[in-house]
């Protein structure tokens, strides 16, 4: 009879229990690695998710900037360096008060352009011309300043808003020449007919919008022709605006320098620089 020989069972439990350990611990390490064993199913402890979501490729990148301030508002703002012509820049209040009186020669343009429209959308445009609520209100900083040269004048806000609103009024604005192509505005003293067509701005900001505005009636007895541009440009949930012409019309090169130099100021404060008091170049 041949002898039993007991010790070849244990070994061979003992290979198997070192081999199965093997595969547990690559399977652990390939979880671990992202891979799709079945320690991935459960995924990383607590304190390991936060980590691998932040490294997720195309996460956004966190803002340079906390928002715009009230003192980056200010230092956004155009100088009359940054436009062209003889323009002369006058003190916030005078440029608010323009939404009251704006006298261009005999003719106060804010009493010309009050009046009643049957469109509504034509009727907002109209009563937020040369004041700060084009837009809607601001819901954050804020900064206005104003020019003027001879007859014209030349309003100019930057402003932080809330991001859906200022979308919803940029949608708005692009409407316009379509909606507000032709109205009349109905006041005290007599019938405007005015009419809104699209002008082109420089490519720049994340979203543009141009209008000429123009409105003919009486003013003073005599026959009188308003000639308005209004350029919106949006960066982010901020946005600068600019209302600019009188009797003798609106001056487009005027319009594109302010656009062009407002915007790059505007973009230089939201990454925490200071504008150059001198613009780098004009159209």
């Known amino acids: 009879m041949t002898t039993p020989r007991p010790a070849v069972r244990p070994a061979r439990l003992l290979a198997a229990a070192v081999a199965a350990g093997a595969l547990f611990a690559t399977a652990a390490c390939s979880a671990e690695e ?3 064993g079945p320690g991935s199913r459960t995924g990383a402890g607590p304190a390991e998710r936060p980590a691998a979501a932040a490294t997720t490729p195309g996460s956004p990148s966190p803002s340079p900037s906390p928002g715009l301030t009230e003192e980056g508002a200010r230092q956004a703002l155009i100088t009359d360096a940054d436009i062209e012509d003889a323009w002369t820049q006058v003190d916030p209040g005078t440029a608010r008060s323009w939404r009251n009186r704006l006298l261009l020669g005999d003719v106060d343009a804010a009493q010309f352009l009050t009046g009643r429209s049957d469109v509504s959308d034509c009727q907002r445009l109209a009563d937020a011309l040369f004041a700060e609520t084009l837009l ?4 954050g900083a804020s900064a206005l300043t104003g020019f003027e040269e001879g007859d014209s004048r030349l309003l ?11 979308d919803a009024s940029m949608r ?3 409407s316009l020449p379509q909606s507000c192509d032709s109205f009349t505005l109905t006041g005290d003293d007599g019938e405007r007919t005015v009419e809104v067509v699209e002008t082109s701005l ?7 919008q141009g209008l000429t505005v123009t409105a003919r009636g ?11 541009t209004v350029a919106v440009v949006q960066v982010g949930a901020n946005a600068i605006t600019l209302t600019q012409g009188g009797l003798d019309g609106a001056e487009e090169s005027t319009t594109r320098s302010a656009v062009q ?3 790059q100021r505007l973009q230089e404060v939201l990454a925490g620089r200071t504008p150059s008091p001198d613009p780098s170049f004009f159209d």
């Open 34 to 36: 992202g891979g799709t």
């Open 261 to 263: 130099q407002g915007t």
């Open 156 to 166: 100019y806000q930057v402003a932080a808003y809330e991001k859906s609103g200022l």
């Open 218 to 228: 009486t003013g003073v007895g005599e026959p009188a022709t308003l000639t308005l």
């Open 202 to 208: 420089p490519g720049v900001g994340d979203a543009r």
């Open 136 to 139: 809607g209100p601001p819901s």
């Open 172 to 174: 708005w604005l692009r």
